[in-house]
């Protein structure tokens, strides 16, 4: 169909702005947070599952593909359209009218197009809190397509394992209602799951309903120095073993990748006075009890004086710190690394007491084969996961940036995957960024499943970026 006919027809669909084609508009949903740039047929913006349903059934009638986008902060370019300016994207942003929090279910309803903040704000009112938290402020439905996991998953999981419910529109516009909120429901093939982590290619999630936790009346932090990564994991289990559950957090940034935040993000204070350790680690405990009855900055202290009586406990600085600032420093990371000069971010995942001799062997592999390239490394080491981000200098790099992600993409994911047992994809999912991999080192039979599934859920593949079968 010409593409002004597809344009009319999506007008008749949709209310006044709902449509858009201007290309200076089109410009934010057609690049991603850091990879993914194509170029939209339109924009779409529905604000009611009907709607959605409808645009649906159309595009699957004329074989017009469609990729979902909630807030467009996903790392592996599965948000945007690809170069052909023949894919439509639906933006879930105006999909946002339900916000609905039942205290006594202790749960959250929101259609597909709420943003985190948002959900988080409602909640507090409550008493509650969102399971799931990080340095982003993605779309509901978005954290659903991606399994969003964070940085207090060492204590709540992911969206998988928090998730009650959802509502779907399939690519011929068929709703698929499983909203219903049960804690327990043993009646076979849990479909909801269908959803999660599949990047929007079984269908679009309209609406969530998540099961949320009890806000924390009280949260301490400190930074930690350690010198080595051996002693990080030394750290964590002594954590963990004296604190269990009061642990929410223990995040780790090397050394390459903490100094860059206090020279792009002045405001905020170096704990380390710029002598930073191999690495520090920020730890969380947080308690529904408040500090009256329970004091968790001792806790945390004797904890800490414990390890520090350690011969080889390796802890070279102890900066307790309000959570606040010592967050702000923990989410300036990415954001700083990018003013750096080129990136390239790998999210890998291997057990956790694999993490020390992972990092050493891709720090060695890159300084062998790209002695120009900064590995700088943080991440959520509480749950085995850190993200690897390589930066150079381009006027230095003998070779072109897409060469450069050609030639370290497959060492790196070789060495956390088939050496140490990991992930190529710890959390930001899978997307264009990735799916060779995704094709490389997913077992056949799991793909063949996928292909099944996408033949009777999206028979014309109208829907999303990425290949699952
Ligand atoms: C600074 C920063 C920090 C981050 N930190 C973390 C972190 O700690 N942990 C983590 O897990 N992630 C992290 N992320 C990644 C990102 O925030 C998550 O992947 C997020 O869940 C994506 O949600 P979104 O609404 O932005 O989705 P988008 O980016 O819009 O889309 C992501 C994928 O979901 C699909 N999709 C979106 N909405 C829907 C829908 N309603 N129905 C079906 N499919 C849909 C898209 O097609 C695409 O495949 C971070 C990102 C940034 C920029």
Same mark, same amino acid.
């Given at each position: 169909?010409?593409?002004?006919?597809?344009?009319?027809?999506?007008?008749?669909?949709?209310?006044?702005?709902?449509?858009?084609?201007?290309?200076?508009?089109?410009?934010?949903?057609?690049?991603?947070?850091?990879?993914?740039?194509?170029?939209?047929?339109?924009?779409?913006?529905?604000?009611?599952?009907?709607?959605?349903?409808?645009?649906?059934?159309?595009?699957?009638?004329?074989?017009?593909?469609?990729?979902?986008?909630?807030?467009?902060?996903?790392?592996?370019?599965?948000?945007?359209?690809?170069?052909?300016?023949?894919?439509?994207?639906?933006?879930?942003?105006?999909?946002?009218? !339900?916000?609905?929090?039942?205290?006594?279910?202790?749960?959250?309803?929101?259609?597909?197009?709420?943003?985190?903040?948002?959900?988080?704000?409602?909640?507090?009112?409550?008493?509650?809190?969102?399971?799931?938290?990080?340095?982003?402020?993605?779309?509901?439905?978005?954290?659903?397509?991606?399994? !969003?996991?964070?940085?207090?998953?060492?204590?709540?999981?992911?969206?998988?394992?928090?998730?009650?419910?959802?509502?779907?529109?399939?690519?011929?516009?068929?709703?698929?209602?499983?909203?219903?909120?049960?804690?327990?429901?043993?009646?076979?093939?849990?479909?909801?799951?269908?959803?999660?982590?599949?990047?929007?290619?079984?269908?679009?999630?309209?609406?969530?309903?998540?099961?949320?936790?009890?806000?924390?009346?009280?949260?301490?932090?400190?930074?930690?120095?350690?010198?080595?990564?051996?002693?990080?994991?030394?750290?964590?289990?002594?954590?963990?073993?004296?604190?269990?559950?009061?642990?929410?957090?223990?995040?780790?940034?090397?050394?390459?990748?903490?100094?860059?935040?206090?020279?792009?993000?002045?405001?905020?204070?170096?704990?380390?006075?710029?002598?930073?350790?191999?690495?520090?680690?920020?730890?969380?405990?947080?308690?529904?009890?408040?500090?009256?009855?329970?004091?968790?900055?001792?806790?945390?202290?004797?904890?800490?004086?414990?390890?520090?009586?350690?011969?080889?406990?390796?802890?070279?600085?102890?900066?307790?710190?309000?959570?606040?600032?010592?967050?702000?420093?923990?989410?300036?990371?990415?954001?700083?690394?990018?003013?750096?000069?080129?990136?390239?971010?790998?999210?890998?995942?291997?057990?956790?007491?694999?993490?020390?001799?992972?990092?050493?062997?891709?720090?060695?592999?890159?300084?062998?084969?790209?002695?120009?390239?900064?590995?700088?490394?943080?991440?959520?080491?509480?749950?085995?996961?850190?993200?690897?981000?390589?930066?150079?200098?381009?006027?230095?790099?003998?070779?072109?940036?897409?060469?450069?992600?050609?030639?370290?993409?497959?060492?790196?994911?070789?060495?956390?995957?088939?050496?140490?047992?990991?992930?190529?994809?710890?959390?930001?999912?899978?997307?264009?960024?990735?799916?060779?991999?995704?094709?490389?080192?997913?077992?056949?039979?799991?793909?063949?499943?996928?292909?099944?599934?996408?033949?009777?859920?999206?028979?014309?593949?109208?829907?999303?970026?990425?290949?699952?079968?």
């Amino acid at each position: 169909m010409p593409r002004e006919d597809v344009l009319a027809s999506l007008r008749a669909l949709l209310d006044g702005d709902a449509v858009v084609v201007e290309r200076h508009e089109l410009e934010r949903y057609e690049k991603g947070w850091r990879y993914g740039r194509g170029k939209a047929l339109a924009v779409v913006r529905p604000s009611s599952t009907e709607e959605v349903a409808r645009l649906l059934r159309l595009a699957s009638s004329i074989g017009l593909r469609v990729v979902a986008q909630g807030a467009n902060t996903g790392l592996v370019g599965a948000s945007t359209p690809d170069g052909s300016g023949e894919m439509l994207v639906l933006s879930l942003e105006r999909l946002s009218r !339900t916000l609905e929090v039942d205290p006594v279910e202790r749960t959250v309803t929101a259609d597909g197009g709420v943003l985190l903040s948002r959900i988080d704000a409602a909640l507090a009112e409550h008493g509650l809190l969102f399971p799931i938290d990080l340095g982003a402020d993605p779309s509901i439905g978005g954290m659903v397509a991606t399994n !969003t996991g964070g940085t207090r998953l060492l204590r709540y999981g992911d969206v998988r394992q928090n998730l009650l419910g959802l509502e779907a529109v399939l690519a011929d516009g068929t709703v698929l209602d499983l909203t219903r909120p049960l804690r327990k429901n043993n009646t076979g093939f849990d479909a909801r799951q269908l959803f999660v982590g599949t990047s929007g290619v079984f269908g679009v999630v309209t609406k969530v309903v998540m099961r949320v936790v009890p806000r924390p009346a009280q949260r301490v932090t400190a930074f930690v120095g350690l010198s080595s990564g051996a002693a990080v994991l030394g750290l964590l289990v002594h954590l963990e073993t004296r604190l269990g559950e009061l642990l929410t957090a223990f995040e780790a940034i090397g050394a390459a990748a903490l100094a860059p935040v206090f020279r792009h993000q002045p405001r905020l204070r170096d704990p380390f006075g710029g002598r930073h350790p191999a690495y520090a680690v920020l730890v969380e405990l947080s308690s529904t009890l408040g500090a009256d009855r329970l004091a968790l900055d001792d806790l945390l202290e004797s904890a800490l004086a414990e390890r520090l009586d350690v011969a080889d406990g390796g802890i070279t600085d102890v900066f307790p710190g309000k959570p606040s600032e010592l967050w702000a420093i923990r989410h300036g990371v990415s954001e700083s690394l990018r003013q750096e000069g080129e990136t390239l971010a790998f999210d890998v995942s291997v057990p956790r007491s694999s993490l020390a001799a992972f990092v050493d062997a891709a720090r060695e592999a890159v300084a062998a084969g790209w002695p120009f390239v900064r590995f700088c490394d943080y991440g959520h080491w509480g749950d085995g996961g850190v993200h690897v981000n390589l930066v150079w200098n381009p006027a230095e790099a003998p070779r072109p940036a897409a060469d450069l992600k050609a030639e370290l993409q497959p060492r790196l994911y070789d060495l956390a995957v088939v050496r140490f047992g990991g992930s190529y994809s710890a959390e930001h999912g899978v997307g264009p960024h990735n799916q060779a991999f995704y094709d490389l080192y997913t077992p056949e039979l799991v793909r063949e499943v996928c292909r099944l599934l996408k033949g009777r859920l999206d028979p014309a593949g109208i829907l999303g970026t990425v290949r699952l079968g």
